[in-house]
């Protein structure tokens, strides 16, 4: 995870968890705050998944660093996984 992440998830714990809280310290929209915390929720569920392939893991663990876009990621995997099952 990203710095800025880190930093997100600091300032969402020590409001108490609250959206408009964050909203208002980092002056955007609550919506806003709302999807920044569905994208840092994405990237945990990336990192707990156990179950993965080393490749897949290697690929997504891209995107939570954010050198890749997650969409990126997908496509790779489905490429992959194509060539799998050939």
Do not use: H
Not at 18 to 38: D, F, G, I, W
Not at 43 to 71: A, C, G, H, Q
Request: no cysteine; glycine share 2%.
């Amino acid at each position: 995870m990203t710095d800025e992440d880190m930093i997100f998830i600091k300032r969402f714990v020590l409001s108490s968890g609250s959206l408009k809280q964050v909203a208002k310290e980092y002056s955007v929209s609550y919506p806003t705050v709302r999807n920044r915390l569905n994208e840092v929720i994405n990237k945990i569920d990336i990192i707990d998944e156990k179950d993965s392939e080393p490749f897949i893991m290697d690929v997504m663990r891209l995107v939570t660093d954010d050198e890749i876009s997650y969409n990126s990621a997908k496509k790779i995997i489905d490429f992959y996984e194509g060539e799998q099952d050939d």
